[in-house]
């Protein structure tokens, strides 16, 4: 059974940064893309950034790109979102998963169920 387990969530100032950690397992973890996601209060969850099985594509919504970072280490099962210059608007839960691809991440296609989520709150 996967499990995937989030972490680094936090209370930050806007301008701040966060790095986000997503712990993986029961899963070949080289095998598949990995995404990260998003759900603010009284919103549906969407796709932030992704990242191929490879490490050599990524993907970001727009709202991100140039702030975010979506890293992985196959050797270690984990996957890092690094979030810089944040914003209020960037508060939300955020959550991982695994998919066939950066573009199906994209899409909101996903592999395994959700996790927790770690919260990430940003002050004005």
């Known amino acids: 059974q996967v499990r995937l387990v989030e972490s680094g969530g936090g209370l930050v100032q806007a301008g701040g940064s966060l790095r986000l950690s997503c712990a993986a397992s029961g899963r070949v973890f080289s095998r598949v893309a990995m995404g990260w996601f998003r759900q603010a209060p009284g919103k549906e969850r969407e796709f932030v950034a992704a990242?191929?099985?490879?490490?050599?594509?990524?993907s970001y919504t727009n709202s991100v790109k140039g702030r975010f970072t979506i890293s992985r280490d196959n050797a270690k099962i984990t996957f890092y979102l690094q979030m810089n210059n944040l914003k209020p608007e960037d508060t939300a839960v955020y959550y991982c998963?695994?998919?066939?691809?950066?573009?199906?991440?994209?899409?909101?296609?996903?592999?395994?169920?959700w996790g927790q989520g770690t919260q990430v709150t940003v002050s004005s």
């Open positions: 990242i191929s099985r490879s490490g050599d594509f990524t």
């Open positions: 998963n695994t998919g066939p691809s950066t573009d199906s991440l994209a899409t909101m296609v996903t592999f395994d169920s």
